[in-house]
Every structure is written in C-alpha cells, then in structure tokens.
C-alpha cells in the first residue's frame, strides 16, 4: 500500500469538514478538478474509496471514518513539529485561526480588531463564527487554534483566560409601562412576557432561569431565531427580551424604537473567554495576545462591558 502525501491528507480532512468537494476547493483555493484528481489518487495509493459522492455533497465511507481522524492528527503533529521548529510561527508574524460565538462576534470583533491590527501589523486571524459546542469540538480537533466563547466551558482541558464580562439588558417597546419609569427593578417583570432566542441556546438558558425566578412569561412559540429577530419582535410590540450589552451598542440607535435599560436589582451577565489547547506550541503568544486584547476592549468598549483579568 502507498502512502499518500501531507497535500493530499489535508485535502481528505478538508472535503471531510466542508462536506463536498466544491466547498473544500474553495477553503483550500484551488480548483475542483485540482482536489478531486488528488483525491482519486490518494484512494487509489490506499486501495480503498475514502468518500461516496451524491448530489447533496461527499461524505466519508466507513473506511473514510476510520481514516480522517487519523490524518487529522498527522496534520496535527505535523503543524506541532513545525511551530515549535520556527520561532516565528508562535508570535504576531503568523496567521492563526479563531473561532467566535456567532451572538458575539459580530459585535465584538469590529470594534477591536483594527486596533490590533495597528498594533500587530503582521498578525492575521482567519475568523468563523460557530455555535459554543461547534467552538470547542473545533478546538479539540484543531480546526480553531483558538477561541472566544462564554462559561461554561465542558472541556476542562483547555486553557481558559478571561476576557470580559458582558451584561445583559431588558429591551422593551416605548408604549410598554416599563418606558414611563427611569429605574427598571425585576419585580417590574412578574407576569410579563417575555422572548428569548430557541432553546438549548446558554443564553436562551440564562434568560428562562430569570424568568422563571421573576414571574415572567416566557414566549416559547415565539423564539427568535438571532438577537436581530428578537429585536424586530420587540418593536412590533410583541413582548419583552433580555439582549447583550455588546449587541445594544453595536446595533440599537436612539431611533430605533426601544428602550433598554439593566435591571438594577439583578445581575445577569454572560462571561467571555479566550481558550487554546494546553499543549499549543502558541500558548505563551495566546496569553500576551489575550492582555492586548483586554486592553483594547477596556479602551473602546470599557463603558459597555467590564473586562476581566480573573475569574
């Protein structure tokens, strides 16, 4: 049996992850023809098909299954060998790929990474937005070197640096009684309804515990599929939602129809960290990177949020 090349490895583990080979082609830049000869070839110096093709993608056969987790540690140890060689892949000179919480990220990320970037004119972050179950089976694999996600964290492996506290806030309508009061209690909320984002969700979860300590009604045949969905619903009158304090800032202007205000007697909040495997050649730049990044949040969005140096 032949052996297939490192190229042609961490093609099968890009077909594997993108679920066809047009969106791997495009992860990887080059063209489909390209990938699927290279492919062929491998399957053929192995003697068996990695990959049953359909039109809804490609997905791995049984000998594919047993062989792509291998392949990825090969990358893996590979990626290992080469970073602890080369000083300059563990610093600000390389190009790491971070994983962010779809509800964070989009909220987070534009206001601190072009000061990073005038600070690390040579650092560059490949970013994907994922949900934190996909982030931390991502950073086991080692599909993300590292990641920004909210406690709990199952994976007690991973490092976990904190990063920043983000409270959460009562949206409502500017009809609702709650917009003629300046101070906002939770006793204010027994018997209110109240949305939140579809079950399952940590945050969905937070705000149900409120709820249901409060009084508060929880609209479960109305849960919002994003924070965006939620917001609209508010504005239509639709009831009341708890929204992050990142998201307030980034996407609620003074016209925009609502009034959000904290619950004064109540903290409700959600704690972000930084996490990367123990073991990654980079840790010590996670670290630094992590303190650069508490310092830009503390500059630019220390009204917004607190930022935390520990747990």
């Given at each position: ?21 047009r ?17 062929a ?7 068996v ?9 490609a ?31 563990v ?20 206001q601190?990474?072009?000061?990073l ?62 917009a ?30 409120l ?32 929204l ?17 205000r ?15 495997r ?34």
């Amino acid at each position: 049996m032949s052996r297939p090349s490192l190229k042609q490895l961490e093609y099968i583990v890009s077909v594997a992850r993108a679920g066809s080979f047009r969106g791997a082609a495009d992860e990887l830049n080059i063209s489909q023809p390209t990938l699927t000869a290279q492919i062929a070839r491998a399957e053929e110096a192995l003697g068996v098909a990695l990959f049953e093709r359909n039109r809804s993608g490609a997905q791995l056969t049984p000998a594919g299954r047993l062989f792509e987790p291998r392949a990825r540690e090969v990358l893996e140890a590979m990626d290992t060998l080469v970073q602890t060689v080369d000083a300059a892949a563990v610093n600000d000179r390389a190009t790491y790929r971070l994983g962010v919480k779809g509800t964070l990220g989009p909220y987070l990320l534009p206001q601190i990474l072009p000061a990073l970037r005038e600070a690390h004119g040579e650092l560059r972050l490949y970013v994907r937005e994922d949900t934190p179950r996909g982030l931390e089976d991502g950073l086991a694999r080692g599909d993300y070197d590292l990641i920004i996600t909210s406690l709990p964290i199952n994976n007690s492996e991973f490092v976990r640096a904190p990063l920043l506290r983000e409270a959460i806030l009562l949206a409502a309508p500017p009809d609702h009684a709650l917009a003629k009061l300046d101070r906002w209690h939770g006793e204010l909320l027994r018997g209110e309804k109240v949305l939140t984002t579809e079950a399952g969700h940590l945050f969905a979860r937070q705000v149900e515990g409120l709820c249901e300590r409060l009084g508060a009604q929880v609209l479960r045949d109305y849960e919002g599929s994003s924070l965006d969905a939620l917001r609209l619903m508010v504005v239509m009158g639709m009831g009341l939602a708890f929204l992050p304090a990142l998201y307030v800032v980034s996407e609620i202007r003074s016209d925009s129809g609502l009034i959000v205000r904290a619950l004064e007697d109540e903290s409700i909040a959600r704690l972000h960290v930084v996490a990367w495997r123990p073991g990654s050649p980079a840790r010590s730049f996670y670290q630094s990177l992590t303190q650069e990044l508490r310092r830009i949040i503390d500059l630019r969005l220390g009204h917004a949020v607190e930022v935390l140096e520990e747990f």
